[in-house]
């Protein structure tokens, strides 16, 4: 798992790297909306990521939050850098 995005509508966006390719995956809590991945497994992978958290959090124009990004750091590129 590379990276989970959870909006505050209560979707839920996981990526899965394999065999060089990143797999995205999905749970809606609108029934309107095509899902490929049952609420509490996707609510388990979101919070069960490496230690290693790299969080960004989006707003909207009001201020409000509107989802959030986790993902695993990539210390390796910035010790390069």
Same mark, same amino acid.
């Given at each position: 798992?590379?990276?989970?995005?959870?909006?505050?509508?209560?979707?839920?966006?996981?990526?899965f790297?394999?065999? #060089?390719?990143?797999? +995205?995956y999905?749970?809606s809590? @609108?029934?309107?909306?095509?899902?490929?991945?049952?609420? &509490?497994?996707?609510?388990?992978?979101?919070?069960?990521?490496?230690? #290693?958290?790299?969080? +960004?959090?989006?707003?909207?124009? @009001?201020?409000?939050?509107?989802?959030?990004?986790?993902? &695993?750091?990539?210390?390796?590129?910035?010790?390069?850098?």
């Amino acid at each position: 798992m590379v990276g989970v995005r959870k909006y505050s509508n209560g979707d839920i966006e996981i990526d899965f790297y394999h065999q #060089d390719e990143i797999t +995205e995956y999905k749970y809606s809590s @609108n029934s309107k909306i095509s899902d490929n991945f049952p609420k &509490e497994l996707a609510e388990t992978l979101a919070s069960t990521l490496a230690s #290693d958290i790299c969080i +960004e959090i989006y707003f909207n124009e @009001n201020g409000n939050p509107t989802h959030i990004e986790l993902e &695993e750091c990539d210390y390796d590129n910035d010790e390069e850098n």
